[in-house]
């Protein structure tokens, strides 16, 4: 609904060390070619799953 306001139920924080910098500032450039199959939640699963980060699926679709 527009001009509802609502807090949201999550958050998602990344840190980047400085050897990865350069690599990161390629894939964001590069964002508007990303894949159209993948969503923002299966991304934003991948970044989690990849280091093996716990989160809770019911946010994904909440």
Do not use: I
Request: hydrophobic share 40%; net charge neutral.
């Amino acid at each position: 609904m527009r001009g509802r306001f609502e807090w949201q139920s999550g958050y998602g924080a990344f840190t980047v060390s400085h050897s990865n910098v350069e690599a990161v500032k390629k894939c964001v450039a590069g964002q508007a070619e990303h894949p159209r199959w993948m969503t923002f939640a299966e991304a934003f699963v991948m970044f989690l799953k990849r280091p093996g980060v716990e989160y809770d699926e019911w946010h994904m679709g909440n």
